[in-house]
Nanobody
Framework: QVQLVESGGGLVQTGGSLRLACVAS????????PGWYRQAPGKQRELVAT???????NYADSVKGRFTISRDNAKSTVYLQMNSLKPDDTAVYYC???????????WGQGTQVTVSS
């Protein structure tokens, strides 16, 4: 059974930084495509950053140059380094794991990020 556990959310001032982490279990992480999404109140869930099945990365235009996704396959962990945070970045951030071999998607429980102005 695949499980994803996020951590690292919190309250930060505008211009500050946070690093989110998502630990996966129950999957062959090195073969998967993990990513981060977010959902703000009253809005749809949107892509923030993700690895593709081919190993490249995609970012939302709104976070390019500020956020960096990375992974440590030995720890089955994907990270999201968030710098120069803005109030518009306030949302619940979700880790998503796409099992390339099986075509299945899994979601974490989410972690709240709040950026104060």
């Amino acid at each position: 059974q695949v499980q994803l556990v996020e951590s690292g959310g919190g309250l930060v001032q505008t211009g500050g930084s946070l690093r989110l982490a998502c630990v996966a279990s129950g999957s062959i992480f090195s073969r998967d495509a993990p990513g981060w999404y977010r959902q703000a109140p009253g809005k749809q869930r949107e892509l923030v950053a993700t690895f593709t099945g081919g190993g490249s990365t995609n970012y939302a235009d709104s976070v390019k140059g500020r956020f960096t996704i990375s992974r440590d396959n030995a720890k089955s962990t994907v990270y999201l380094q968030m710098n120069s945070l803005k109030p518009d970045d306030t949302a619940v951030y979700y880790c998503k794991l796409y099992q390339v071999d099986w075509g299945r998607h899994y979601w974490g429980q989410g972690t709240q990020v709040t950026v104060s102005s």
